[in-house]
């Protein structure tokens, strides 16, 4: 039901914007969590279904801006000032039981799109 993409090769400093859609949901928050070579999944951010809430972990804040469309069943994620420590495939996530930053809080979704940084 959820579709990430927009992922790519990208030089440190530069930009990339991610996208996902869905195809029915209920008003979900929805999020993306992102997974390195051999580590956990990890938060990125989430955003309330009206849009009126974001939230961010730390190693993001001031380079990522998470946004969404509902008209367009649809949520982005603008990643500015990229760093080879953001490599990793990007997923995104709908529907949390309250606590955001735990992969374990999500119930649904998508496959993921691969990000890599080059210094």
């Known amino acids: 039901q959820l579709q990430a993409s927009g992922g790519g090769l990208v030089q440190a400093g530069g930009s990339l914007r991610l996208s996902c859609t869905w195809t029915?949901?209920?008003?979900?928050?929805t999020g993306w969590f992102r997974q390195a070579p051999g580590k956990e999944r990890e938060f990125v951010a989430a955003?309330?279904?009206?849009?009126?809430?974001?939230y961010y972990a730390d190693s993001v804040k001031g380079r990522f801006t998470m946004s969404r469309d509902n008209a367009k069943n649809a949520q982005y994620l603008e990643m500015n000032s990229l760093i080879p420590e953001d490599t990793a495939v990007y997923y995104c996530a709908a529907r949390s039981s309250g606590n955001y930053y735990s992969a374990r809080s999500w119930t649904y979704w998508g496959l993921g799109t691969q990000v890599t940084v080059s210094s």
């Open positions: 029915t949901f209920s008003m979900y928050t």
């Open positions: 955003i309330t279904w009206g849009g009126d809430s974001t």
